[in-house]
């Protein structure tokens, strides 16, 4: 059972131990460098430095490294630049130096004067403020939280002794609680000038101003910390993090879901604090495996941060995200200690199905929609911002992400004109939330930033524009409106767009409009999008076949993206950008649907079957990857979705061919594998198991040894395909499925694509050195392996018992008894090893009919010989063995699987019976299409996944 003093220890001793790994190979003798990853080290390095230490100082940690904490702490101090230290750095240097008895104190250990005003400077940060216009300038909103920490150690530290000096303490101290004030729903507008700029600050402000609390009022704080531990409960991702839009997000967002759970915890805010402290211990368990490595902060590797946190801030960033676990930890020293949560918690009860959408404020549509099914987890925030991290775009990390920071604006509309870049942003004029969906109108087109300009249109040109055009958000110059519609079902995001355009720039025709475009990027989890006109927006109509859409004045493109350092979220880099360009017109209204595409292990991948099959679903619909059976075994003991290629699915046919035990002895394969399978039924990834055999065929697994793998899998079986609904009765009551398993019948798809042959018979006759066939004989074929249950000896023999000279036998399936090299109408082709599909569909074709006698008995469940008469178009001589029956109907030639019977059908049959059986077998063709078995073998796929836990990095 966790609580809240086992986390607390957990991360006191991560902390530790993570600092300290840092100090010992990076900052050896507590020594900034002056440079680091390429950078000149800044003050804001020994200042993090200092606040970590700090926060151990103040749970009972003297010793660091096997130093004094104090004495570090007075080295480090000598080490900061007065001058050039700010902002959260200047009251973290004074709250060092108050932790180690203030001014007085440094004196007596030995600071000279000169010492003295350099910390004095860095302490003071009061350059932020504008006497003249009494504003922070261009500062963002919760800067007037740091100042009033800032002046207020300040005070503490002595340096503000007259009601002169501490004139603007309390000026910032009112502005403060002034802003606190601004949305009675509690949420805080960062935004300098109030435009509506919700993001992670507006939690992150209660954060650090919570040891200061105290300064304002109770029920204030009370109020709007509870908003937040709300908004933590509601939007919290299975990646760990809280908040997925706007500034600080990527593993700063993680620290903030175990920070503010700590405080809620603390503050007996939490709904839940069993669920609350789940999700802290999730979040913390997602930091330390995603977001640090090599003993730093892994943002800047793969990823990417906004310009002020580049990889000059490297060591203060990892050190800062330590500060902030710490911070949690020292709050729950105060939570309750009856708190309990039992571990592990499957991510489906920690991350339930929610479709909320909270409210930031009322006087303005400032919100942020949370949405989360089976499948999908999204937020989607409707607040002000202008770039890319802002706009009313889909937010979910490993499906819906966008370039960091970035002018390329991505899920909304882009306008080019000869005057600049327009694109739909800021708050909505209005919203309205309905289940599953929300509809919202735009009413304002935003000039894009001069920089973007200059990186399409030229130094030259942009320079040009910004001095003859609004500042970014400026309404003047295109105007019109953006009405959207999300719908969300299933695994499907069904969007609507209707756009106005009633003037351009220069201009009021639409031909003043150069271009306009929609992007849509993809990151880990390939996305399959779908253009299609208004109405229509039915999740289970085909997807995109990566044909242009059938929508005029639209095209649609991708474009690899993957390793462009402008193309990466602050989870990781995007691979792809899916580009739809539309022809400038006044009114635009079309539908697009968006999804995650699948990725499925198959194995064997080279099989006909999965072939054919995944061959015939819609470009990109699936993400399919190979299992390696001969490299499988000695990688079972790996986690489950490492060695199925991050797959959401398992699909398999054939259990005893999914790991080759290769050297290893059978009875350890053998329980390794049980436990292996053990596993994947824990594991979030799905099991479909097409049922081809009853049994397995192969000698090795006969008996009791297959018994037991087959009944393992059926245990931790999500779906069964099987191809017979005899078949589908059969096995269920002869394997324990899972009471929830999928059932569904799907026939086995024929093989007509394979079976293409452009050569006439005696062609392929010569191909495969047989003899031509005489005019008005018939060749009967008996293909495939030689298996047992085949009854090959018997149907070879019922073939000379009726002794017809215008009838030929093919095997490829040698008997077992039977001697056929004196009858020279039998011929038998050498076996070493697997027949390619062109000599198959050459065998096939070689043949008028061909002939199965199958004993079902213990391992026959189908046979896979009728996707090769279906496809060929050549009818069979079948036994009335049921699978057969069900499956081909009035095209077959049928006899009792008796070697009478088969000698008589072979003494009797004809040219006409032929015809007419070859006609009725090409009339299957249709229903066995791989085209028309294939979108339902995906819609049961899609019932399953993707996973929802299982699509989310970082």
């Known amino acids: 059972m966790d609580c809240p003093l086992q986390l607390r220890q957990d991360i006191l001793d991560y902390a530790v131990e993570r600092t300290e790994a840092v100090v010992r190979r990076f900052l050896p003798g507590f020594r900034v460098p002056g440079f680091f990853a390429g950078y000149r080290t800044g003050p804001h390095d020994a200042a993090e430095v200092l606040h970590v230490l700090t926060l151990l100082r103040g749970m009972g940690m003297r010793t660091v490294c096997g130093e004094a904490s104090d004495e570090v ?15 959260f750095y200047s009251y973290r240097v004074a709250e060092a130096m108050l932790c180690l008895g203030g001014l007085s104190a440094l004196e007596q250990r030995g600071f000279s004067s000169q010492e003295i005003v350099n910390l004095r400077f860095a302490t003071d940060s009061t350059h932020l403020y504008d006497p003249a216009t009494r504003s922070l300038g261009g500062w963002s909103a ?17 340096l503000l002794p007259s009601a002169d000096s501490q004139a603007l303490y309390h000026e910032a101290r009112t502005r403060t609680e002034r802003m606190l004030r601004e949305s009675e729903l509690g949420f805080f507008d960062d935004c300098p000038n109030g435009s509506g700029r919700f993001d992670i600050y507006s939690a992150d402000v209660y954060l650090f101003l919570e040891p200061i609390a105290q300064l304002f009022d109770n029920a204030l704080m009370e109020h709007n910390i509870r908003a937040h531990v709300r908004l933590l409960e509601t939007l919290a991702l299975e990646n760990g993090c809280l908040i997925a839009w706007g500034r600080s997000i990527g593993a700063l967002s993680v620290c903030m879901t175990v920070e503010l759970g700590a405080l809620s915890l603390r503050n007996g805010m939490a709904a839940d604090p069993a ?60 939570a309750p200690p009856t708190v309990a949560a039992s571990a592990p918690t499957p991510a489906l009860d920690l991350f339930p199905h929610v479709d909320t959408l909270i409210a930031f404020e009322t006087r303005r549509k400032a919100a942020v929609w949370m949405f989360r099914n089976r499948f999908l987890t999204f937020q989607l925030p409707l607040v002000a911002g202008f770039n890319a991290d802002y706009v009313a775009w889909l937010h979910g990390p490993g499906v819906f992400e966008n370039p960091v920071e970035s002018p390329m604006i991505c899920g909304v509309p882009r306008v080019a004109t000869a005057q600049g870049e327009f694109f739909s942003a800021d708050l909505p004029a209005s919203y309205r939330k309905f289940p599953d969906g929300l509809e919202a109108v735009f009413e304002t087109w935003h000039r894009s930033p001069a920089r973007a300009i200059s990186k399409s249109l030229g130094l030259k040109l942009a320079a040009a524009v910004a001095a003859g055009s609004a500042a970014p958000g400026d309404e003047s110059g295109l105007k019109g409106t953006r009405r959207v519609r999300f719908t969300v079902e299933d695994d499907t995001i069904c969007v609507c767009e209707h756009w106005t355009f009633d003037s351009a720039p220069g201009a009021t025709a639409a031909d ?21 006109p208004c109405p229509g927006c039915a999740a289970d109509s085909a997807p995109t076949s990566g044909k242009p859409p059938e929508l005029p004045g639209v095209t649609q493109s991708v474009v690899a993206v993957e390793g462009m350092p402008e193309w990466r979220s602050a989870w990781g880099g995007l691979r792809r950008l899916h580009q739809i360009h539309f022809q400038p017109a006044r009114d635009i209204h079309f539908a697009w649907k968006l999804r995650p595409a699948l990725r499925v292990a198959v194995a064997p991948a080279d099989h006909d079957y999965l072939q054919a099959l995944y061959g015939a679903m819609p470009a990109g619909a699936v993400e399919l990857h190979d299992v390696p059976s001969h490299q499988a075994a000695r990688h079972m003991s790996r986690p489950v979705r490492d060695m199925l290629g991050n797959a959401d699915i398992l699909h398999m046919g054939w259990p005893e061919h999914l790991i080759d035990p290769g050297t290893m002895p059978l009875p350890e394969f053998d329980a390794r594998q049980l436990e292996f399978i053990r596993k994947v039924g824990e594991s979030p990834v799905k099991v479909v198991w097409t049922m081809h055999n009853r049994r397995p065929h192969n000698p090795v697994w006969r008996g009791t040894r297959g018994d037991e793998l087959y009944r393992a899998w059926a245990a931790v079986a999500d779906a069964v395909i099987h191809h017979s609904n005899c078949g589908m009765e059969l096995m269920r009551k002869e394997l324990p499925y899972k009471p929830d398993a999928i059932h569904v019948v799907i026939p086995h798809g024929h093989y007509g694509a394979q079976m293409a042959v452009t050569q006439p018979r005696p062609a392929l006759e010569t191909l495969l050195g047989i003899p031509h066939a005489a005019p008005g004989q018939m060749r009967f074929g008996v293909l495939g392996r030689a298996q047992k249950e085949k009854q090959v000896d018997m149907i070879v023999r019922a073939f000379m018992r009726a002794a017809r000279p215008d009838q030929l036998l093919l095997l490829t399936a040698h008997p077992y008894e039977t001697d056929v090299t004196g009858d020279p109408r039998i011929v038998l082709l050498p076996r070493n090893g697997w027949f390619t599909r062109e000599i198959i569909a050459a065998q096939v074709h070689a043949c008028d009919a061909l ?9 026959y469940l189908t046979s896979g010989t009728i996707a090769d008469s279906i496809g060929a178009g050549i009818p069979m001589l079948a036994n009335d063995w049921n699978f057969f029956v069900e499956t081909l109907g009035d095209s077959a030639l049928w006899h009792n699987n008796t070697e009478d019977g088969l000698t008589e059908l072979f003494r009797t049959v004809s040219h006409e019976d032929l015809q007419r059986c070859k006609a009725a077998t090409a009339a299957l063709g249709p229903r066995f299409a791989w085209q028309a078995l294939a979108p339902r073998t995906l819609k049961l796929l899609r019932r399953l996944g993707p996973l929802r836990e299982a699509v989310q990095r970082g």
């Open 512 to 532: 003043a409009i150069e271009g306009i475009s929609l992007d849509i990027p993809e990151s880990t989890r390939p996305l399959v999008l779908e253009i299609l």
């Open 851 to 859: 002939v199965s006698a199958h004993l079902h008995g213990e391992s």
């Open 275 to 334: 669920r609350t402290l789940r999700l802290m211990r999730h979040a913390f368990n997602a930091f330390k495996a995603n977001w640090l490595r090599d003993d730093l902060m892994a943002s800047h590797r793969d990823g990417m941060t906004e310009g002020y946190r580049g990889v000059y801030r490297l060591l203060q960033m990892t050190l800062d995200c330590l500060a902030k676990l710490l911070a949690a930890a020292h709050l729950l020293e105060g």
């Open 73 to 87: 702490m007075l080295r480090l101090l000598r080490q900061i630049d007065g001058v050039r230290t700010e902002t």
């Open 142 to 158: 919760n800067y007037w939280a740091v100042l009033t920490r800032c002046e207020h150690n300040r005070m503490r530290l002595g």
